[in-house]
């Protein structure tokens, strides 16, 4: 299906980076934490340093493929009143001073409950490019990914270190935008001293597809972004960025919040292009 | 040799689906796990080895079966000439029907080569069953349970580490099986290669909620065959409380094509419907994705899933098995709801004229029994299931009730 229809704005700037011998750097952000605006200033400052694409969380209050990191980040944004409409302001926002995709990263169930046809439509028309939902595997995924298809929006599908070679090669041929591959067998911001299996995974799925592969889950120090960006097509960062900012305290203000993640967006940037 | 699993009525579709309700909204990495589970449950449904290994643990180390007992000064209190018969899980060893399912996914590990478990647990029963399980068995055992069910049910706390069993105390959310149950399956997706998961309810992502209404259909099939026994015919009515709902499915699964027999349902109300403090996900709650299954949900309109409440940690959980979701959509069972003040006087009723201190889960079927037998036609034979005894809840009942025993 999709070798046949146009790559859209996501898998189309994700391949320009690879086309340019570059990798991609995709940072998350939880939208909302712990407030709108500071959100969305963290979310300028990482495109501003260099970030390809950004991921951004829409919060969920039961995320099963969350570590404490992103949970937390979540249950800020819930209890500060994040509403989905909030997710919309927030990418009509960024849509219209970013040029870098946008791709939605929430849970089934906020989906599901304003119609999975009314959602996407509401997030393309806001300016999202992508979607990405820990909790779809590939079974589950076939109406949401119908319904992306018809308004432009690539739903993002994963691999992990568990999946079999049937499921990747599954994945791979229902799969646009890119391909998640989950760096260990783990819920996101894992404490995995090593990336052992990332070079099996994303070999396996490579023998699958040309999509870009971007690696994820546990990224969190210079080193690994660089040891997984070398056998992938790019890193996936949350928890590290979420976790340092939220370091800063409840009494730092939005501008160097924001300027913290610009910074390790951009230390990251360098170290994936060897600078 | 009798089969120890089966239920008389059909599973779910290939999606692991119950009309439109179950699934498996999970992460990828465990769906290959799934996978392996279920087929290692069908395979082991089709072993008669299987059978005999779990016949053989229900009758010599559960004490199944267990007794149906004609609560005839209980039936004297209750409308339309009710005939009431108490299915007595709370007789099986570990106080409670939770055991039925833990050793039969015991079973399920070592024949998966599997040497570790992990559980969630609410009142602590699964909990405790599955510490059980994993003593009796050898296996390593980790058990998530929320802060305030800790403090509420610290009797079985105390149970599952003398059993050997590290209990992980979960700080999220409102501390209660919800998120028990998540930070259960975030172990899982980290440890899947290792570990089984012994999911304590009929809830969660395929095939759990079959797999579990199999191991706990024996409740239905004894209580089936002693009540035909008893009376000679079927009962008009059975009755069981509902969290997630594994000892109702139990108990339906084998009356289920017996068109005759109407399935009464009992959730928390907590402290009333009305006030929006309660567990009733059937009656109040819409379809949503919550733990995996596609399933009745309390959420708000975006989606976001409410806190529960009832005064019984076992129940205290906002959602449901996908089944009890399909039959309440189809009619064949109703689901009604008991407040914590009802649930209390259930409990007091039970004990006053049977000698039976129920668990306060159990004490809500006993407690929605006006309501249910004033709508059965005169002298109704009423299946009811005890789902657990009530030892694990003195602490808590005494603090509410008193000294005295009254409220």
Not at chain 2, 175 to 201: F, M, N
Not at chain 2, 357 to 376: D, F, K, M, T, Y
Request: charged share 20%.
């Amino acid at each position: 299906m999709n070798a046949t229809t146009q790559p859209r704005r996501l898998g189309a700037a994700l391949e320009a980076v690879r086309h340019r011998g570059s990798k991609a750097l995709v940072p998350y952000v939880m939208l909302g934490d712990p407030d709108l605006q500071t959100s969305l200033a963290v979310a300028r400052a990482m495109a501003a340093a260099g970030a390809d694409a950004l991921e951004l969380g829409l919060p969920f209050s039961d995320p099963l493929a969350d570590g404490p990191v992103i949970q937390a980040a979540g249950q800020r944004a819930l209890r500060g009143g994040f509403r989905v409409a909030d997710a919309l302001t927030a990418l009509r926002d960024l849509r219209g001073s970013l040029s870098c995709p946008l791709a939605l990263m929430t849970y089934v169930n906020p989906v599901l409950q304003h119609g999975y046809g009314a959602f996407v439509a509401d997030a393309a028309a806001a300016g999202a490019d992508g979607l990405i939902v820990p909790d779809l595997p590939l079974e589950e995924s076939g109406s949401l990914g119908d319904a992306c298809r018809a308004v432009g929006m690539d739903l993002v599908l994963f691999v992990a270190p568990t999946s079999t070679d049937p499921r990747i090669a599954a994945v791979a041929r229902a799969a646009s935008g890119f391909i998640y591959c989950v760096s260990v067998a783990g819920v996101t911001g894992a404490r995995s001293d090593t990336l052992d299996r990332v070079p099996a995974t994303v070999g396996r799925v490579r023998a699958h597809t040309d999509l870009p592969l971007l690696v994820g889950f546990g990224i969190n120090s210079f080193e690994k972004a660089a040891r997984a960006a070398a056998v992938a097509d790019g890193v996936i960062v949350a928890s590290w960025i979420v976790q340092a900012v939220a370091d800063l305290g409840a009494q730092v203000a939005p501008e160097e919040r924001a300027a913290l993640a610009g910074r390790m967006v951009g230390a990251i940037r360098a170290g994936l292009d060897g600078r | 040799m009798a089969a120890t699993t089966g239920s008389r009525t059909g599973g779910p579709d290939a999606l692991g689906r119950f009309g439109s309700y179950g699934g498996q909204y999970v992460p990828e990495t465990v769906m290959p796990a799934l996978r392996e589970l279920e087929d290692a449950f069908a395979a082991a449904l089709a072993d008669p080895a299987f059978h005999g290994e779990l016949n053989g643990l229900l009758r010599d180390y559960v004490g199944r079966p267990t007794p149906l007992w004609h609560a005839s000064r209980l039936s004297s209190r209750l409308p339309q000439g009710v005939r009431v018969y108490l299915k007595r899980e709370d007789l099986c060893h570990t106080g409670a029907h939770k055991i039925n399912n833990a050793l039969g996914q015991a079973l399920l590990c070592r024949r998966m080569g599997k040497t570790r478990v992990i559980a969630e647990t609410g009142a602590g029963q699964h909990g405790v069953a599955t510490a059980t399980a994993a003593a009796l068995f050898g296996l390593s055992c980790r058990v998530y349970m929320g802060r305030q069910d800790m403090e509420r049910q610290a009797l079985n706390v105390f149970r599952m580490r003398l059993l050997g069993t590290e209990v992980v105390q979960v700080d999220a959310g409102t501390a209660t099986l919800k998120d028990a149950l998540g930070e259960a399956i975030r172990d899982w997706v980290a440890s899947v290669e290792t570990t089984h998961y012994i999911l304590g309810t009929a809830a969660g992502m395929h095939p759990y909620p079959w797999m579990v209404r199999e191991l706990q259909a024996v409740i239905g099939r004894e209580a089936r065959a002693q009540v035909l026994e008893a009376e000679r015919r079927l009962p008009e009515a059975a009755v069981a409380c509902v969290g997630g709902g594994s000892n109702a499915i139990g108990l339906f699964a084998p009356f289920i094509p017996d068109a005759g027999v109407r399935l009464f349902g009992v959730e928390a109300a907590g402290h009333g419907l009305h006030t929006g403090m309660h567990a009733a996900s059937l009656t109040a709650g819409r379809p949503g994705v919550l733990h995996g299954s596609l399933s009745y949900v309390l959420q708000d309109a975006d989606g976001q899933v409410l806190n529960a409440h009832s005064i019984s940690a076992g129940l205290d959980y906002p959602g449901v098995g996908p089944e009890h979701s399909a039959l309440k959509d189809t009619g064949r069972a109703t689901y009604l709801a008991c407040t914590d003040a009802q649930a209390l006087e259930g409990m007091r009723l039970l004990a006053e004229t049977e000698g039976i201190i129920p668990a306060l889960e159990s004490a809500h079927a006993v407690g929605a029994l006006p309501e249910i037998c004033a709508g059965l036609p005169e002298g109704a034979v009423v299946v009811v299931c005890v789902s657990g005894r009530g030892d694990k809840d003195m602490p808590q009942v005494a603090r509410i009730m008193g000294g005295g025993g009254k409220p």
